[in-house]
């Protein structure tokens, strides 16, 4: 598994880099500086700083300007190409990287199916109070844009200082949204993009266990995900104005058929006005179904499937619980396991007649994606 983070100044990218290493046996993988299209911003102490314009401190010209160990870490490579290589090399063990200078080195890393990108990001009030708290500790140097002129490659990086809020945001705001250099566009194409507002670093290494970075799922979908994909899939093709519900039949691995809701073939699209129930307004989730036009993705689905090709081991997948109109049809065509993502008003009433009937009934949730707040109640239960 091959890990690259991005993200904002002080948001948390190396802090997450150390928990893989720490906690799940991640080796962190570095570029040389040359590689990098942005300049690195040191953050030193406080000591022995002049004060220069713009709000930013820079250390007086003396041999100490450089980092007290200018020996690149293990695992540092010149170029992404030599990383990638090596990283290819050894795919069956576990690597992180913050060195993501660019889209272009984000989508060579992306060729490989076991990469995945997680971004963080958190608010810059609370980004800024991480930057003072590193400034004053002498910790560490960030990547960023800067307006200051690019070291020479293979030159340890300019250090200084940034003694304003104003200052702080402006590098941040360029850092970020820079046209040609900016991390913006990386932090977008993240399959995970973390707010990480944790106050802590134990209760942020708590609630990154609770989401469990490393499930197998985020690289190569299991078949519930990939069947349940194809439902959502199929739900974009709903031309019913209250609802997209998709559907997918399967029997031993394969798809059978496919349905989605909205009016019979011949029939003015429910979008477009054909069905006065859903078009009238007023009626509630479930409730006066009988002079509803729109067929349901279930019985599209299993209309286009037929029972003769719904044999023994076929598997309903859903991307809403079955109505209890759907449920008694599902039942009927011998359909012996139903997979669905969202309640409906007719969960109970569904389960009980798959309960008698002897289908199996169970919800899928996938693995966590997307935005993810870290402070959310449910990480702490």
């Not at 199916?113 to 004053?136: C, E, G, H, K, M």
């Not at 590098?171 to 046209?179: E, K, T």
């Not at 985020?218 to 739900?235: C, G, H, I, K, N």
Request: hydrophobic fraction near 35%; charged fraction near 20%.
């Amino acid at each position: 598994m091959f890990i690259g983070i991005c993200g904002s100044i002080c948001a948390g990218k190396r802090t997450i880099a150390r928990y893989l290493v720490a906690h799940h046996g991640f080796t962190q993988l570095y570029l040389e500086p040359s590689a990098y299209t942005a300049t690195y911003v040191q953050i030193p102490s406080e000591e022995n700083n002049s004060q220069s314009k713009d709000g930013v401190s820079t250390p007086e010209s003396t041999p100490n300007n450089t980092p007290e160990d200018t020996t690149p870490p293990q695992h540092t490579f010149s170029t992404p190409e030599a990383l990638l290589e090596f990283v290819t090399a050894h795919w069956n063990k576990r690597w992180v990287t913050t060195a993501l200078p660019s889209e272009a080195v984000l989508d060579l890393y992306a060729r490989r199916p076991f990469f995945l990108l997680i971004s963080v990001d958190a608010p810059l009030t609370v980004r800024w109070q991480r930057y003072l708290i590193r400034r004053n500790a002498g910790e560490g140097y960030l990547a960023s844009v800067s307006p200051f002129p690019t070291n020479l490659p293979g030159t340890p990086p300019t250090r200084f200082v940034v003694d304003s809020f104003e200052r702080f945001a402006a590098l941040s705001d360029q850092q970020l949204f820079d046209p040609s250099k900016g991390a913006h566009p990386l932090l977008s194409r993240a399959s995970i993009r973390l707010l990480n507002t944790s106050p802590s670093l134990a209760d942020l290494y708590a609630t990154l266990g609770k989401l469990d970075l490393l499930d197998p799922n985020r690289l190569r979908p299991s078949w519930d995900t990939y069947f349940m994909a194809l439902a959502s899939l199929a739900a974009q093709r709903s031309n019913c104005m209250k609802r997209r519900v998709g559907c997918v039949v399967v029997r031993d691995g394969r798809v059978v058929s496919t349905g989605y809701n909205g009016t019979p073939r011949g029939l003015r699209n429910c979008g477009d006005g054909g069905c006065g129930r859903c078009n009238a307004g007023g009626t509630g989730s479930g409730h006066g179904l009988a002079t509803c036009l729109c067929i349901h993705a279930e019985e599209n689905a299993l209309l286009e499937a037929g029972r003769e090709r719904l044999r023994q081991g076929a598997v309903l997948y859903c991307d809403t619980c079955p109505c209890l109109t759907c449920s008694i049809k599902i039942v009927q065509v011998g359909v012996e396991e139903v997979v669905y993502n969202q309640g409906y008003s007719m969960d109970d009433q569904t389960a009980a007649v798959f309960q008698e009937a002897g289908v199996r009934l169970r919800q899928f949730v996938p693995p966590a994606n997307g935005l993810i707040h870290l402070e959310k109640p449910e990480l702490y239960t």
